[in-house]
């Protein structure tokens, strides 16, 4: 392991989150595996959340130790912690599992999402319910219960925060995708609620919307450079985001560099969320 020392003093770190506990749901790939690392890398130790699904238990854990590693190997403390977000049970003794080993929560990352791809009229109900409880519901029960946690601390300058990974889909609506859609819609109205609720107790609440992204949900398109093309076209900065640059504004949002930052989701989508059809004029003028 590199000298906790050196490693701080080659990394550029944002204000406040050295030394600060951060639980990272959904960690185990994509923009949860890449905030992770980020965090680790600006000094934070992390708490790295997984579902241990059987039929994927390969993978992940391969994904996980290869997250872990990049962790240790910025000298900070990490944990894993399995737990589905969905149920409230996991939810509270993963909480709990992360606060015994790390001591505290002091920033929240609420990642953890899946989508299902059914035209809406053949959408089933089960399906609809899976989706809303893992993109949704786990966001509320995590958020509570960390919520509850800072409430209870007497230094109200640093109470710490929450940070939820949203969508462009939060404003624009995806066709064949409604649980998905309706999910993050609702997380920008969780997101502004909550800031408002808690901002007088010194807890901020914020959230990014990722645009098109390289990541393995994104599998239906990322692996044909043809259907990738398509995908770009309709991106103004013409190409697709990277998880480390969702990353890179999760952590800002988190640090004391955003300390005047509540309510707020700011999307990170190459322009996507520009009307880009109108570049171009069309209409009579």
């Known amino acids: 392991m590199p000298d906790a020392v050196s490693t701080a003093s080659r990394r550029a770190v944002l204000p406040g989150l050295e030394g600060r506990n951060v639980l990272v749901t959904g960690a185990s790939s994509g923009i949860g ?16 959340n997984h579902l241990h699904d059987p039929a994927e238990a390969r993978d992940t854990e391969e994904l996980l130790r290869a997250c872990v590693e990049k962790v240790r190997g ?4 990490d944990v894993l912690v399995q737990g589905d977000v969905s149920d ?5 003794a993963m909480i709990e599992h992360v606060v015994g080993v790390l001591g505290s929560v002091d920033v929240l990352v609420n990642n953890a999402g899946i989508q299902i791809a059914r035209p809406s009229h053949e959408l089933s109900s089960a399906d609809f319910d899976k989706v809303l409880a893992v993109n949704l519901r786990g966001a509320f029960l995590c958020s509570r219960e960390v919520i509850r946690r800072l409430l209870a601390r007497e230094d109200r ?14 404003v624009i609506p995806r066709p064949r995708y409604l649980g998905y859609s309706v999910s993050k819609g609702a997380m920008g109205n969780l997101t502004r609620t909550l800031a408002l609720e808690y901002a ?10 990722p645009g098109a992204t390289l990541t393995s949900i ?19 900065l013409g190409r697709v985001g990277r998880p480390e640059e969702m990353a890179g504004v999760a952590c800002f949002l988190a640090s004391d560099e955003a300390a005047y930052i509540t309510g707020q989701t700011l999307f990170v989508d190459g ?6 059809d109108f570049r171009e004029t069309w209409s009579g003028q």
């Open 33 to 48: 595996r890449a905030i992770a690392v980020r965090f680790a890398q600006h000094g934070a130790n992390v708490a790295i």
């Open 74 to 77: 910025e000298g900070v403390r």
């Open 88 to 92: 409230e049970d996991d939810v509270v």
């Open 157 to 170: 300058e640093r109470r710490g925060c929450i940070v939820n990974v949203s969508s462009v889909h939060e």
């Open 200 to 209: 007088g107790d010194g807890i901020r609440v914020n959230a990014i919307g």
């Open 218 to 236: 994104n599998s239906a398109w990322t692996g044909d450079p043809a259907k990738q093309e398509a995908v770009e076209r309709h991106i103004p």
């Open 271 to 276: 322009g996507l969320t520009l009307y880009p």
